[in-house]
């Protein structure tokens, strides 16, 4: 009984201890993730925004390019071949199409292809500044946006790994408190088996100062024994006190 009761009183002591220490730190834990989880709150907020801000195009894009005038050529150019005339029949005038000679037609190609490189003469050197400038813009954005679109992802990158440490940091603290709580669950149990040895030994112990060698028996407190073990320490009993 001496013995049982000097580890019970060991191990609710230790029991008793690790409880403190166990509310102290969870108490510890608990102010550090308040804190923590406005951080994560606040980093998966920034996540939300650059993740919202990559879906949008970076400013100042030039815009489409300018359009190229087409460069003149004759054989495409398309003329209506046919006149229309009026004539005099009996008491009526009607018209007829009638159509053009070859060389009219042909004139009125060579002036619609002369306008058309006279044109071409003014709008392809306005159109070579127009498009050294549009290059030189789209260059310009397309650097911009490519270092934003870098700053983006890196941050990106950054916001995750916090978030993920965090989140790692919170499942091992989970899992360490699981733990310690198994821990501490188990020494409870010790605890309660050890205490219902004592209090087994302590009925026998008064069943033998009674003469009742059955006393514990009939009171039902086998709980907390090894009934093999014990059975072999009262038969020893037994045959050294017949």
């Known amino acids: 009984i001496e013995q049982l009761q000097s580890a019970l009183d060991e191990l609710v002591a230790e029991y008793e201890s690790k409880q403190d220490e166990t509310r102290a730190e ?19 907020g920034n996540l939300n925004l650059v993740i919202e801000d990559s879906r949008y195009p970076t400013p100042g894009h030039p815009g489409a390019p300018p359009v190229k005038p087409a460069e003149p050529n004759r054989d495409s150019i398309k003329v209506d071949e046919y006149e229309t005339k009026k004539e005099k029949r009996g008491d009526k005038t009607v018209e007829v199409k009638e159509r053009k000679s070859q060389r009219e037609i042909e004139r009125e190609k ?62 091992a603290a989970d899992q360490s408190k699981k733990e310690t709580m198994e821990e501490i669950d188990r020494m409870g149990d010790s605890i309660k088996e050890l205490r219902d040895k004592v209090r087994t030994w302590k009925l026998l112990e008064e069943g033998v100062r009674r003469g009742e060698h059955d006393y514990f028996l009939r009171a039902g407190m086998r709980e907390g024994i090894d009934p093999q073990r014990e059975l072999q320490t009262i038969l020893r009993w037994i045959r050294t006190h017949p």
């Open 110 to 171: 060579d002036q619609k292809f002369f306008a058309w490189q006279q044109r071409y003469a003014v709008e392809k050197p306005i159109y070579d500044q127009k498009i050294a400038t549009y290059r030189r813009e789209l260059q310009a954005w397309t650097d911009l946006d490519n270092m934003r679109r870098k700053e983006l992802f890196d941050l990106y990158i950054e916001l995750t790994t916090r978030i993920d440490r965090i989140d790692q940091e919170k499942k």
């Open 26 to 44: 969870n108490a510890d834990q608990r102010a550090v993730w308040t804190t923590t989880f406005a951080t994560r709150k606040r980093l998966v």
